[in-house]
């Protein structure tokens, strides 16, 4: 590669030409040499590309039984990586964990390119992990403030693109990370939730998290909603969010979840139940989208019914996803259903899915790029 006459280009000229490519390119030349890594990785140059459209993969979570297993059998070799599907392209893609310094990485969230996850020190008897963000695609990382083993166990994991926003939240309390904060330490202020969250969410500047409000015979969902501008150590930091027009809206679905819907809008997906279906055999399950703006709900999708038979024996499903895509799965299906509204509502399986487990996934959208950690 030294003789190529390439490398008699002066850095900036080549800088500009690839400049041009798309980031999908730009990942597959970094593979080709070592001079087009280097190249291709420069703070110079992904300086020039940080205005690129970002490529919106989906990525999946490590099964349970993965971080188990790893850690009672810490003489099996396997190099972490992160598993994502491209739904432009159809196809999985993987990138290496392997430059973090850290035991059996769980990747559980992202926003504007960087992953957030938890990782065990390799020097560390003890299961003490730390939250860390990285981005795969540069391969830097960074350690947040170290918290206590029971948030990494217990706590749900929020983060948003503005100032890299943090925050782990549980039923009893949350923390509270930002890069504005000067102490550069954890806030800590008390949840007063009436029960454990349920698939909570961060958009904008508001968290939005389901919670049971009803009795041990009997499920009764509400939404919960707390600003983070807001938060202070007072009792009332959340507020249960309803409208009289809403009706039996959290009656209509069971085992509902909440997915970050586009622009200021929420997804929440769960089963139609029996006794609101024209016809009882025929229920599946549906989409509902609120609109924060104007607080109205609106129907946005229901799995065909065809697709629905493979999740109808099904006692458990998992949902992940986000803006116009989410993603479904449940035991022994074996593949992914995918809700698609980039172009119009498509429904359509994803195959291949990598990784073993009893066919359940989790997981959250990974906005690629070549974001430099600030």
């Known amino acids: 590669m030294d003789a190529s006459p390439i ?6 000229a080549l800088n500009q030409i690839f400049s041009s490519l798309p980031i999908r390119q730009i990942m597959i030349c970094r593979s080709v040499c070592k001079f087009f890594n280097q190249m291709l990785t420069s703070p110079s ?11 919106r993969f989906l990525a999946l979570r490590p099964p349970h039984h993965h971080h188990h297993h790893q850690r009672h059998n810490s003489h099996v070799s ?4 992160l598993h994502v599907f491209d739904p432009d392209q159809n196809q999985w893609l993987r990138f290496s964990l392997s430059f ?3 035991r059996s990485p769980q990747p559980v969230a992202s926003a504007s390119g960087l992953v957030y996850l938890w990782g065990e020190s390799p020097n560390s008897l003890e299961s003490n992990r ?3 963000v990285c981005n795969p695609l540069t391969r830097q990382f960074q350690v947040l ?12 994991v929020l983060v948003d693109s503005v100032n890299h926003r943090v925050m782990v939240l549980t039923e009893l309390a949350a923390l509270y990370f930002s890069n504005t904060n000067k102490t550069k330490s954890w806030l800590t202020f008390s949840a007063n939730l009436p029960s454990k969250p349920r698939s909570p969410i961060l958009i904008s500047d508001s968290v939005f998290a389901l919670c049971d409000v009803g009795s041990r015979w009997r499920s009764q969902w509400k939404l919960f909603t707390c600003t983070l501008t807001n938060l202070n150590n007072s009792y009332n930091n959340w507020v249960c969010l309803g409208r009289l027009e809403w009706g039996d809206i959290f009656d209509i679905i069971k ?18 139940k029996s006794n609101f279906s024209l016809n009882p055999s025929c229920s599946t399950i549906l989409i509902l989208r ?7 709900w609106e129907e946005a999708g229901r799995m065909p019914s065809e697709m629905y038979k493979s999740f109808q024996e099904s006692s458990k499903f998992k949902i992940f996803g986000g803006g116009d895509r989410v993603c479904l799965s449940a035991k022994r299906v074996g593949k992914l259903a995918l809700w698609d509204d980039c172009d119009g509502v498509v429904w359509r399986w994803i195959e291949g899915v990598p990784g073993g487990g009893d066919g359940l996934c989790r997981g959250f959208v990974f906005e690629a790029s070549l974001t430099a950690l600030s």
């Open 7 to 12: 490398n008699r280009l002066p850095q900036d």
């Open 130 to 132: 730390s939250l860390v």
């Open 145 to 156: 403030p170290q918290l206590g083993s029971a948030w990494s166990r217990h706590g749900s």
């Open 78 to 81: 396997s190099l972490p990586y």
């Open 45 to 55: 140059f992904m300086d020039l590309i940080s205005t690129q459209t970002p490529l």
């Open 100 to 102: 973090l310094p850290f």
């Open 255 to 272: 085992r509902p979840r909440l997915v970050r819907g586009k622009g200021n809008k929420l997804l929440m997906i769960g089963v139609l």
């Open 290 to 296: 609120l609109d924060l703006a104007r607080m109205e």
